[in-house]
């Protein structure tokens, strides 16, 4: 690939810096050289565009590159949300699961079973101190329950308690939800102007060789009616990467078989067929197809799992009166979308028989011309 | 973080009443030579972990009492009460009328099943006082009835009772002249089963602290008390209140959890010797002063030449020299040399900051296959422990107890092989294929720590 223009980003290094604060935001490794450091960083996240990587190490070119690279974090790491969730000031009391662990090899067997025992150890402290928490959470919950305005949450947080034993300590509190709500109020800023940033990327970008995530077109492909007569390998892979990139929660790897045995068929079948019973195979096709995805993100939506992450802890006595969820907005986006897929997909299969039932009345009565919606 | 400890037999009841004592005396003497503030936070953290306050005026001992005769128990319970510093929950002690007539079989078998839910429910209700559980710490001789078979039954509900929590045992080897007939095979049927349910075993010769009372302490009448006494000040030392961490600024909340990650995380090896220095008189501490430099040399070398006491230590013992190539694939140790699996060092008193604990931290000490980044590990605390201007002990995991262990395990197998005493045993169900299985546990202990190097 051939060396791109810098025209419109004369200033490679402030893009740079901008990675610097971005991805030490999120990463927590740190190397003198600050080039290298970003490349690296990206690598750990996994960003593998070559081009990036052959950027010079002195800094003085790529501000395209490292826009895109920007984007990219913006996009798959869903860094904003990410950066507001760390700065999100906690006045509720909350909980979180620890990481995994790795362990080197090429040891002594003794002693990784030495290191084995000290993780189990650590574990346990882990689990005391968890306890604890716990006890003292519910000391606090239960001695100040009744005493919130929330009827919901009725008892104070630990953030709540100590305000009321240190009142004075509402000013910093204040100062850190002012600057919050600072910050959430550019981000919904942004959000409305998303949508432009990404156009201009795509028209900056569109000379990129590479089918990227940032091609809309490619997204377009996938949306469009297919094409009567797949003309080249880059289609299918095209095909591929759309359906990828929309159900990129799905194991790729029965997408691929699937787009593939389809565009296969459609190559070999489309020069026997005639061109009316091509389209209808396509259709049908495409519509099973279509069908097969939409079961395959209900069954492969994200299953519900609380214990994972953040969650608002509220202590309930043994009558609970009200049950009230303190999940995410994503999660809730989450469930409603997984919702929407099963109830198209019973849509549609209520729609199928009913069609099935119209035909067999129609062919009972004489002299009717029924057209099927 | 808070520590349960259980009280087992006659043995485990006088020794554990003299450990709060001391911890108390500790807390309460004027002794401390440091900051007030260093010393209240110090306070704290021992009534923390060894005391709840609750309405009493006094604190009282997070403990649990078990024996099967009532006597030493009352004795204990009112020793305590008119100390007038602390006592015991009169409540929260087990006793029956008749003892295991030092059987161990009498007490693993019948009266540890038979009393297990009255027992165990004690051990919860203490359980349930503490903010955070650091674990459990039982004391318990090796070689009696109620105290070592009970003791073995006991450890092994806490296990499963408590999967998370710590357990370690403080177990007093009997003397080896032997105070009972059958001492050899409670001691094998103790150690196995302890093995395999506690985290590690914290281990106190009666006849080392014997010598140490009479050569040390110049008693001449030695009783059980001076040597119980003894074996409290030197726990006492150990679990204490100390920075675990170098630079910590508060008292560490985890005692067992600490001592247990630095020492014991393998499996295989559990076994803990303690030495301490310097030990003597109380009326000879104003005459004595001692210099940090001297205190760890001396201790080091208890370390390596496996002395039990300042006196009389070896000083020819050196660690092989790593530098020459070995011919055979170990290193050729000499034998007296006794090699760690992990070592920890414990600092009290004046200017602890500035000691130089580097000739502990030399490879050649350990075993190969740990380095001392990971095998040794320093506490310290600027306050003085029981009136020492400055005191250290040593914690070790190392072939301290390699020998003895060989001893009992040789002498307990020559009585099994002419099937002397077993139907003491299988009168209460312990079988001969228990005793093998025994056997054969220690045996594997004692190849673990013999080819160390």
Avoid at chain 2, 219 to 241: E, M, T, Y
Avoid at chain 2, 375 to 393: I, L
């Amino acid at each position: 690939m051939g060396q791109h223009k810098e025209v419109f980003y004369p200033l490679p290094p402030v893009l740079y810096q901008l990675l610097i604060n971005v991805l030490f935001s999120i990463v927590f490794f740190f190397s003198d050289n600050q080039i290298r450091f970003v490349k690296s960083a990206l690598w750990y996240h996994g960003y593998d565009r070559p081009e990036l990587y052959r950027l010079p190490s002195d800094g003085s070119a790529g501000s395209r590159e490292l826009l895109l690279a920007f984007s990219w974090l913006l996009h798959r790491l869903s860094l904003l949300e990410q950066l507001l969730a760390r700065n999100r000031v906690k006045t509720g009391d909350e909980t979180s699961v620890s990481p995994e662990y790795g362990l080197e090899d090429g040891v002594d067997v003794r002693y990784l079973q030495w290191l084995n025992g000290r993780l189990r150890f650590q574990w346990r402290s882990l689990h005391a101190q968890h306890q604890e928490l716990c006890k003292l959470l519910h000391k606090i919950h239960l001695f100040t329950s009744g005493s919130h305005m929330d009827q919901i949450l009725g008892h104070f947080s630990v953030t709540e308690t100590d305000l009321v034993r240190q009142p004075e300590n509402y000013k910093q509190l204040l100062q850190l939800l002012e600057s919050e709500t600072m910050q959430l109020e550019a981000f919904l800023e942004w959000k409305q102007l998303e949508p432009v940033y990404w156009q201009w990327m795509v028209m900056n970008q569109t000379d990129f060789g590479r089918c990227s995530f940032l091609d809309s077109n490619i997204a377009d492909h996938f949306q469009r009616p297919l094409p009567t007569k797949i003309s080249s390998k880059r289609d299918i892979l095209c095909c591929f990467l759309a359906g990828e990139l929309f159900y990129r929660n799905l194991p790729y790897f029965f997408f691929f078989p699937l787009f593939f045995l389809f565009s296969l068929q459609v190559k070999t079948g489309g020069e026997e067929l005639q061109k009316e019973g091509f389209s209808a195979t396509a259709r049908k096709i495409q519509e099973s197809v279509e069908l097969k995805l939409l079961d395959l993100t209900y069954l492969c939506a994200p299953k519900k799992n609380k214990m994972h992450g953040s969650c608002r802890l509220v202590f309930r006595s043994k009558h609970p009166a009200s049950k009230t969820g303190f999940g995410s907005a994503t999660e809730v986006i989450r469930e409603l979308q997984m919702r929407e897929a099963s109830l198209e997909r019973e849509l549609k299969q209520l729609r199928e028989e009913c069609r099935q039932r119209l035909d067999e009345i129609a062919e009972g009565l004489d002299g009717v011309i029924c057209i099927s919606p | 973080m808070s520590i349960v400890t259980v009280q087992l037999g006659q043995c485990g009841n006088q020794i554990g009443h003299e450990v709060f004592n001391a911890i108390c005396s500790d807390v309460h003497g004027t002794h401390g030579l440091c900051s007030k503030k260093e010393n209240e936070s110090y306070h704290d953290a021992c009534k923390e972990r060894f005391f709840c306050e609750e309405e009493s005026e006094v604190p009282i001992a997070r403990a649990v009492l078990v024996d099967m005769e009532p006597k030493v128990i009352s004795q204990t319970l009112s020793m305590a009460a008119r100390s007038g510093y602390w006592k015991y929950d009169d409540r929260s002690r087990f006793c029956q009328k008749q003892g295991s007539g030092n059987n161990w079989a009498n007490g693993y078998s019948v009266h540890g099943p038979r009393h297990k839910e009255v027992i165990m429910n004690l051990v919860q209700k203490e359980a349930e006082k503490c903010d955070r559980l650091g674990g459990f710490f039982t004391i318990m001789s090796m070689a009696g009835g109620t105290g070592s078979g009970l003791g073995a039954f006991v450890t092994q509900c806490l296990r499963d009772a408590f999967p998370t929590s710590f357990i370690l045992n403080h177990v007093i080897w009997p003397y080896g002249t032997g105070e009972v007939i059958v001492q050899n095979y409670n001691s094998v049927l103790t150690l196995s089963h302890l093995y395999q349910s506690s985290d590690a075993l914290l281990v106190h010769e009666n006849d080392v602290i014997h010598k140490i009372c009479a050569q040390l302490m110049n008693i001449k009448q030695i009783s059980f008390r001076d040597v119980n006494q003894v074996i409290a000040h030197q726990l006492g030392s150990v679990f204490q209140p100390t920075y675990t961490a170098e630079g910590g600024l508060h008292y560490s909340r985890n005692p067992l959890g600490d001592l247990m990650e630095t020492l014991v995380p393998h499996p295989e090896f559990k076994m803990l010797g303690l030495r301490n220095i310097p030990q003597m008189p109380e009326n000879s501490l104003a005459y004595s002063t001692f210099s940090w430099p001297g205190l760890i040399k001396h201790l080091r070398q208890m370390l390596i030449a496996n002395a039990k006491m300042e006196e009389g230590i070896d000083w020819q013992v050196q660690p092989p020299s790593r530098l020459l190539p070995p011919l055979q694939p170990f290193p050729n140790r000499p034998l007296h040399f006794n090699t760690s699996i992990a070592n920890l060092v414990i600092l009290r008193g004046k200017d602890t900051h500035s000691v130089d604990l580097g000739s502990f931290r030399d490879p050649s000490l350990y075993t190969s296959w740990l380095n001392p980044r990971d095998a040794f590990n320093a506490w310290k605390t600027p306050r003085a422990f029981n009136k020492y201007e400055k005191s250290a002990s040593l914690v070790s995991n190392s072939q301290f107890l390699l020998k003895p262990l060989d001893n009992v395990v040789g002498k307990a197998w020559n009585m099994f092989a002419s099937k002397a005493y077993i139907h003491q045993y299988t009168k209460f169900g312990i079988e001969e294929e228990d005793f093998l299985d025994s056997f054969t546990a220690l045996e594997q202990v004692i190849s673990s720590y013999t080819i160390l190097c």
